[in-house]
């Protein structure tokens, strides 16, 4: 599960985070799909993430890149719909 500023969203095991939240109509700025970038780099205020292949970006504690993580369990991003 991930949850946002707009509600609770049902992942499914084979996505992404970032493709969790676009399935829900909610508008990341990406640009790479691979953890290369760093463009969508979201704050991550409780829950874990697992990256199948460590990405190129940097990432601190506290953040995620929606577009190549897979929720642990339940998550909680700082994040909302844009114009919501």
């Known amino acids: 599960m991930v949850h946002t500023q707009d509600g609770v969203l049902a992942a499914h095991p084979e996505e992404s985070v970032l493709e969790t939240l676009e ?3 909610h508008c ?6 691979s953890g290369y970038c760093g463009a969508c ?4 205020l ?3 993430v697992h990256y199948p292949h460590v ?4 990432v601190s504690q506290g953040e995620c890149l929606p577009c190549c993580c ?3 369990g339940t ?9 919501g």
């Open 75 to 83: 998550i909680r991003l700082d994040i909302q719909k844009r114009g």
């Open 46 to 48: 409780s829950g874990q």
């Open 70 to 72: 897979h929720p642990v």
């Open 55 to 58: 990405p190129l970006a940097f």
């Open 28 to 33: 990341v700025e990406f640009q790479c799909r």
């Open 41 to 44: 780099r979201t704050p991550l």
């Open 23 to 25: 399935r829900h109509g």
